[in-house]
């Protein structure tokens, strides 16, 4: 149901950029939801968007990464700035049925397959 790609190696205070494409029949409906996973961590919320645009960051990216969509293309986007290396880590998209932007992992119905984003010092 969720495709994600666009991660990969870049250096310190590098850039990425996320995606994942959804085949969901009624994406604009759905709330969208970038999670991220380090080794030895648990799973913790990047950002989400509401399906009225509402968004949230954690706040440890707050200021360098961009969540948008564009519902028209089913996409979704994570765009990162000012990479570190604690940035390093597995990253998943999420969908919520309900259209909500919530850091709560259980409220997202799927899951993406991951894509690595590596952060060199």
């Known amino acids: 149901q969720l495709q994600a790609s666009g991660g990969g190696l870049v250096q310190t205070g590098g850039s990425l950029r996320l995606s994942c494409t959804a085949s969901?029949?009624?994406?604009?409906?759905?709330?969208m939801g970038w999670y991220r996973q380090a080794p030895g961590k648990q799973r913790e919320l990047v950002a989400s968007?509401?399906?009225?645009?509402?968004?949230e960051y954690a706040d440890s990216v707050k200021g360098r990464f961009t969540i948008s969509r564009d519902n028209d293309q089913k996409t979704v986007h994570l765009l990162m700035n000012s990479l570190k290396p604690e940035d390093t880590a597995v990253y998943y998209c999420?969908?919520?049925?309900?259209?909500?932007?919530?850091?709560?992992?259980?409220?997202?119905?799927?899951w993406g397959q991951g894509t690595l984003v590596t952060v060199s010092s």
């Open positions: 969901l029949s009624t994406f604009s409906n759905y709330g």
């Open positions: 968007i509401g399906f009225n645009g509402r968004i």
């Open positions: 999420a969908a919520d049925r309900r259209g909500r932007a919530t850091g709560w992992s259980k409220a997202y119905d799927y």
